[in-house]
């Protein structure tokens, strides 16, 4: 426990030592209405205003009638989801993915609970889905982050041994398990999704932050998490990170070695020693990113990839930078409308 403490200690003066000038402002209330904060006063202007937020106070001493001036609430209630099931226990660069994950979920919490919102936290593992529930302050932020740290930290449980496939590919072979019954998790990610966007109605900001590496779904057809996704996007803001190490679309030349699927347990003899093998790999991985890319933006959610071989900040600065550049836009476009 000691060890994780010091971890999160770093981790924080690490957000706001190289975060704090990309990342800062105020956000406006997520509801419509005017809102409930008191601003300031002005004169009553008949057939405009409504005499329910009458200044009776101002409008005796002065004499002429004036209205109370309100803003929208600036709480926003966040909620993570961070995906650490067994495909996330994986990284052969500065972190495996889980950290990374880790790290994703610290910056949206500093950021959130920084300007006074709720975050609140759900984790997926080979166990299930467990939720932290939404708090204010930096006590309840380190809490909800020690526990991710330490799920991060566990080691995944074993998997059952499975037949091994031959060199040539993905395809049925000789000691093949195709066509046996793989073992599904308790939940995987879709479900996590819709039990995400059931439990919290009140609109915010969710991010989930996951390698999106839950399945294929049907031939050509969208993931199995998208329209889950699409739901959740349509009443909240979505924020998607979705964490990858390079290894997963690159294959190094060291011969002949054994892939392991974590999530079924599943053994993949491979010759990487062979020139159509490693671009296959490389294609196949390129193909997955851009189909995950565009079901995102089907989705309407923002999009964020964080790679371990790559600075996690200098990402996340780029990321922050375009997006207010596309919200300054809009802006523009709206008042052009």
């Known amino acids: ?11 924080e003066l690490a957000v706001v030592r190289r975060l704090e000038g990309f990342l800062r402002g105020e ?3 997520v509801r419509t209405g005017p809102g409930s904060e008191p601003a300031d006063s002005r004169p009553y202007r008949a057939g405009e205003d409504d005499v329910r937020w009458m200044d009776w106070p101002l ?27 067994p495909s996330m226990a994986f990284g052969t660069a500065r972190s495996d993915k889980r ?33 932290r529930p939404s708090r204010t302050g930096r006590t309840a932020l380190h809490a909800a982050l020690r526990e991710l740290l330490g799920r991060a930290m566990a080691e995944p449980a074993p998997l059952p041994p499975r037949p091994r496939r031959g060199r040539r590919g993905p395809g049925p072979s000789a000691g093949s ?43 050509g057809g969208p993931p199995p998490w998208e329209r889950a ?22 294959l190094p030349d060291v011969g002949v070695v054994e892939l392991v699927d974590p999530e079924s347990g599943e053994v993949l003899e491979v010759d990487t020693g062979r020139a159509e093998v490693r671009a296959a790999f490389g294609a196949a991985g390129a193909e997955h990113r851009a189909r995950v890319a565009a079901a995102l933006r089907r989705c309407g959610a923002a999009h964020l990839r964080l790679s371990t071989d790559e600075d996690w900040v200098a990402a ?22």
């Open 229 to 250: 996704l699409r739901r959740l996007a349509a009443r909240h803001q979505v924020l998607a990170v979705e964490v990858v190490d390079r290894r997963e679309s690159e």
């Open 177 to 219: 398990s195709a066509g046996a019954p793989t073992a599904a998790p308790a939940v995987d990610l879709a479900a996590a999704v819709e039990r995400l966007g059931a439990a919290h109605r009140r609109r915010g900001l969710r991010v989930v932050v996951s390698d999106f590496l839950d399945g294929e779904g049907a031939a």
């Open 99 to 131: 950290h990374l994950a880790v790290t994703a979920a610290a910056v949206v919490g500093h950021l959130t609970t920084r300007l006074g919102d709720r975050f609140g936290a759900w984790v997926l593992d080979e166990g299930g889905v467990v939720r």
């Open 59 to 85: 409008t005796a001493r002065t004499g002429e009638p004036h209205v109370r001036e309100v803003v929208a609430d600036r709480e926003l209630e966040t909620w993570v989801l961070v995906d650490l099931s």
């Open 316 to 337: 996340t600065a780029r990321f922050v930078l375009a997006q207010r550049r596309t919200a300054r836009a809009v802006d523009r476009m709206a008042g052009r409308a």
């Open 1 to 11: 426990m000691l060890g994780r403490a010091r971890a999160l200690r770093g981790l």
């Open 27 to 29: 956000h406006l209330g």
